[in-house]
């Protein structure tokens, strides 16, 4: 062998930013991104899909949340109240055994395969001829004259700058960052919501642990969790089968600075490590041979929202209300991440639905951007009721149904009317899963849940 030929190359001097085209640009494809792309190609879009990690998933993946909330109603016979392309995704996890129910917060949440959750969203985006675009930070936004559309979107990526072209947007990206680009007018909490990050440990004895009410934990935890350097002091614990247990144990704050960001993650496994410490030194029996299997990125709750054309308020989360542009329902609890040492919750009755007005996703000075996921303009306790995954596909549907009837108008002159009409599924329909014949474990106000 004499080796391979190779060329000779050097950077030219224009670096203009090759260019990408579609009907749709979703940023960010975590459960809102996902459901959005996947919905808009369902309705003959085409659509690119760009995120800034190198994976599709957002924080489903690599925060390794492990379980999946908000998709059905309280009380002892719970339906689902999200549907869309994300059902296939549900009954493909569920049948492979790579996901399960459990009764938890007076309703029933998901436990998945965070693998099997990325090949799904893998698979279907290459089947279904989306274009992924990975690795891929979206860095300015270019408007119109008017100064109210979208016109394109500049990335850049380790191989340089992309150029995405597109008549409508969905932002995706949990931290409002295309209206943030476009000098919009923008929220963010004067208190730090905080983050979590997930750990999956291994080598578990699941059988000597498997009764074991949280208070079990907690009670540790207040102990001693000082002298093994815990900030925070409750929180959730799954086993989740083969000795595994996935782990929502930790507080960090999440600020929007990449410095302050690296930090919270380097911190928020220290916190890992000292739950580690602790559960073998008090729990020998079943936490002896542990070890940690996973250690998500840094969890992010809230960063900026939208100032949208209506707000949901905690108050109408609290009373049930009924907006006239409403999109999805959901029962998920208030649950607020405020203080490092514990979580705060408030719970909802059997029958209760909150609901998202439209005009919570619609920034009122864009006409061709619709946002969905954790960057909704709602107040920091409201957000807290309806920004786990089931609600954040409910809004992806919303987007991209909302923006394929916009065409080329403007989403604040929709005929709302159709607009429900197309959404009946998610304000109207109830299902029974199948799969949740057999679950069991504990119910009601004390029994696990995250979000
Ligand atoms: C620690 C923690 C535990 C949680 N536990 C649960 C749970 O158990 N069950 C549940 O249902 N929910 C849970 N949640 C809530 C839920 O995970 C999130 O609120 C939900 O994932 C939000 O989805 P999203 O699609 O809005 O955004 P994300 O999943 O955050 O996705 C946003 C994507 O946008 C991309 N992005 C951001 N900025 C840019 C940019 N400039 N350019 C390109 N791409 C960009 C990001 O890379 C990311 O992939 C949890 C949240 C946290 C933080």
Redesign the pocket.
Known sequence: MTGHPQTVTVRRGDDAAAELDCDLCV????????SAALEAQALGERVIL????PQL????I??A??????LYSNGPDPQRLVHGVMDGMLRALVEAGEAAPRRARNTV?LDYSVNAWQRWAEREVAARGITPLLG????AVVRDGSGRRVEALD?ATRFGDRRVRARAVVD????A?VPWLADQELRTANQPIL????ALFEGVDTAACADWPRATYHEAMKRRGAEFGLVRFDGFIFPVGDGKVNL?LTHVETPLDPVGLSLAAIEGRRQVDALLALFRDEFPKAYGRARVAHY?QA???QTRMILGTRRLTVEAVRSGALPDDRVLRCSWPIELHTTMDTTHWEMFADDHLHHLPFGAMTPAGLDNLVV????VDAEPAALASV????P?FAM?RAAAEALHQTGAGSVHQLDLGALQKRLADNLERTTRDPWLGGVTGESGPEAYG??
Do not use: E, H, P, Y
């Not at 949340?65 to 908000?70: A, D, I, N, P, V």
């Not at 891929?136 to 860095?139: D, H, K």
């Open positions: 940023v960010g494809s975590g459960a809102a991104g996902l760009a995120d800034a990690a998933g957002g924080q489903a690599s925060a949340l492990g379980t999946l909330c908000g949440i891929a930070v979206l860095r990335f995706a990206s949990g931290d960052v983050g979590t990050v997930m929502n998500g969890g992010i709750r969905a996921g954790r960057c920004r786990v995954m089931g954040c992806g995250a979000g």
